[in-house]
Nanobody
Framework: QVQLVESGGGLVQAGGSLRLSCAGSGRTFSRYCMGWFRQAPGKEREFVAAINWRGGTTKYADSVKGRFTISRDNAKNTVYLQMNSLKPEDTAVYYC?????????????????????WGQGTQVTVSS
C-alpha cells in the first residue's frame, strides 16, 4: 500500500512559477517510478512528467518540456514538480502517481493505467 499526498498548488499569474510536492508513505517509495498527470475541466487526464526510481531518468510531455522539471528526494519520500513560465493552459488538477508494479526500472511509462497508486490532486490555476 502506498499513500500519496500532493501539495503546493494555487493561483499564479501567467509567467509565474509553482513547485508541487508529492509525499509518499507505505511501501518502499524509492524503488518505484513516479509520475505527474493533470486533468483540466472537460478534458481527459494527461501525462505531464515521470521520473525513474533513482531520479536519473526523466520524461516530459512536449507541452511542458523546457518549463517543468521533475525531481525526487528518496530520503524524504518526496517527488517534486517545478513549474516555470506557467501558461493559462496549464490550469488543471495535478496528480502524482506511483508505478509499483515494476521496481528498480528506468523505463518510464506515460499512460495513466500503468500507475496503480494516486494522490488526491492539487489545483493549479494560472491567470492571464
Amino acid at each position: 500500500q502506498v499513500q500519496l499526498v500532493e501539495s503546493g498548488g494555487g493561483l499564479v499569474q501567467a509567467g509565474g512559477s509553482l513547485r508541487l510536492s508529492c509525499a509518499g508513505s507505505g511501501r518502499t517509495f524509492s524503488r518505484y517510478c513516479m509520475g505527474w498527470f493533470r486533468q483540466a475541466p472537460g478534458k481527459e487526464r494527461e501525462f505531464v512528467a515521470a521520473i525513474n526510481w533513482r531520479g536519473g531518468t526523466t520524461k516530459y510531455a512536449d507541452s511542458v518540456k523546457g518549463r517543468f522539471t521533475i525531481s525526487r528526494d528518496n530520503a524524504k519520500n518526496t517527488v517534486y514538480l517545478q513549474m516555470n513560465s506557467l501558461k493559462p493552459e496549464d490550469t488543471a488538477v495535478y496528480y502524482c502517481a506511483a508505478d509499483t508494479t515494476r521496481s528498480l526500472t528506468s523505463v518510464l511509462l506515460t499512460a495513466g493505467n500503468d500507475y496503480d497508486y494516486w494522490g488526491q490532486g492539487t489545483q493549479v490555476t494560472v491567470s492571464s
